[in-house]
């Protein structure tokens, strides 16, 4: 839905940088570097126009996940620079089993 700031944030520093601007402070703010290394990212990717679809990490040690929940299923594509790849693969299958068993429990 584009309500993302890093993804508005990282538009900027792009644009400043394609047009040979200075990098606004922001960028080098120890803040921001915390804030820009986001371990997680994730995105909707539910449509009737997509049949699969992916989302890749925006840090180098992170994770992007890219999913969609329907009434029928669950899809998740899951992309790493390597790092841990198999045991967050794992984790989050661990995870959505136990989910389902607990909403189908009675």
Avoid: W
Wanted: glycine share 14%.
């Amino acid at each position: 839905m584009g309500k993302g700031v890093d993804r508005h944030l990282f538009a900027l520093r792009s644009l400043a940088a394609s047009n040979g601007m200075t990098t606004p402070a922001i960028f080098s703010d120890p803040g921001y570097t915390k804030f820009g290394a986001n371990i997680l990212s994730t995105s909707t990717l539910v449509s009737d126009a997509l049949a699969l679809g992916g989302f890749g990490p925006v840090h180098a040690e992170g994770f992007g996940v890219g999913y969609g929940v329907t009434d029928a299923a669950m899809r998740f594509t899951c992309t790493s620079y390597g790092q841990g790849a198999s045991a967050f693969t794992d984790s989050l299958k661990s995870a959505i089993l136990e989910l389902r068993d607990v909403m189908t429990k009675k």
